[in-house]
């Protein structure tokens, strides 16, 4: 009897725990107020949308979170940076202006594309320049291959004009060669 009390006694506490532990969640929930989507309560200058901001920041790199665009990354840091755009498009800054600005004050790792014109021209004229090259070399190959083809059919062409007796030794059975040749003039048909 005194067993089966303590396991009813350890079943209700156990059930109090999970309801308290339930209600604990419940009442943190209810506290905690929805995010808005790009950053909480900044207000956007009049006339700046988060589109706008957003097609700045989509070419722009986070120097903490490597790898990640400016748009999709959520950390602190990036919210900042997002309403720092959108406080110097409220200043009427152009997008070249506003991505100049954060290079100069980060370095050139946070812009996707490279703000020198030469290291642009390098960073889009190698790859254009190397597939040229491949190309060109492919293409060559394609006719060379295409010229030994040529030469081969001829060769083909020439050999089958001139039927050529081949030399067969002495001890072969002519019966045999001769039931040879009528099944090889059969596959040609």
Known sequence: MALRQQRHRARRVLLFALVWWVGVLVLLSLNMRPVAAQGGE???????????????????YCDVCE???LDECESVACRQ?????ARQLGEGRTEDEIIDY????????????????????IAFGVPVAIALLLALVGVGQVRRLQRRGQQAGATARRSAARPQARPVPDDVDPALLERLQRELEGLDG
């Open 42 to 60: 900044f207000v956007l200058p009049p006339g700046v949308t988060w589109d706008d901001v957003n097609k700045i920041a989509r070419k722009m």
């Open 67 to 69: 790898g990640i665009p």
């Open 81 to 85: 940076w997002r309403e720092e755009i």
């Open 102 to 121: 954060f290079v100069e004050r980060y370095g050139a790792d946070v812009a996707s594309v490279p703000r020198d014109r030469t290291d642009r021209a």
